[in-house]
C-alpha cells in the first residue's frame, strides 16, 4: 500500500525558514514525479515544486523561485522542501504527491498527474 507521509509544518514569523519531509513507503521511489503542493483557505490547490527522482531538473512555482528547494534522498525514500524567506502568503496545508511519470514541465503542476497523495502538513506564517 502506497503511504506518503508529510512533517516538519509549523508556524513561523514572516523572513523565517522551514524543512519539509515526506517520507514514501509502498512503491518503488525512483522514477517518480515526486512533488509538493499546497493550498490556502478559500482557494486551490497549486503546485509549489517537483522533482524527478530519477534526476533531472526540478520544477518551480514563480512565486517560490529563488526561495525553497526541493530535494530528495532515493536511499531514504524521502522528499524534502525547504523552504526559506517565507511570507504570510505562503501560509496554507502543504502536500506531498508521487506521480509514476517523469516530471513534465508543463504539467507538473497540476494535480491530475498525481497517483498518490499524504494527508498534508500545515505551514503557517504571520506578518
Known amino acids: 500500500q502506497v503511504q506518503l507521509v508529510e512533517s516538519g509544518?509549523?508556524?513561523?514569523?514572516?523572513?523565517?525558514?522551514?524543512?519539509?519531509?515526506?517520507?514514501?513507503?509502498?512503491?518503488?521511489?525512483?522514477?517518480?514525479?515526486?512533488?509538493?503542493?499546497?493550498?490556502?483557505?478559500?482557494?486551490?490547490?497549486?503546485?509549489?515544486?517537483?522533482?524527478?527522482?530519477?534526476?533531472?531538473?526540478?520544477r518551480y512555482a514563480d512565486s517560490v523561485k529563488g526561495r525553497f528547494t526541493i530535494s530528495d534522498e532515493n536511499g531514504n525514500n524521502t522528499l524534502y522542501l525547504t523552504m526559506s524567506s517565507l511570507k504570510p502568503e505562503d501560509t496554507g496545508m502543504y502536500y506531498c504527491a508521487a506521480a509514476d511519470t517523469y516530471c513534465s514541465g508543463a504539467y507538473w503542476g497540476k494535480e491530475y498527474e498525481y497517483n498518490y497523495w499524504g494527508q498534508g502538513t500545515q505551514v503557517t506564517v504571520s506578518s
Do not use: D, H
Open 9 to 58: 509544518g509549523g508556524s513561523v514569523q514572516a523572513g523565517g525558514s522551514l524543512r519539509l519531509s515526506c517520507v514514501a513507503s509502498g512503491y518503488t521511489y525512483s522514477n517518480f514525479c515526486m512533488g509538493w503542493f499546497r493550498q490556502a483557505p478559500g482557494k486551490e490547490r497549486e503546485g509549489v515544486a517537483a522533482i524527478y527522482t530519477g534526476g533531472g531538473m526540478p
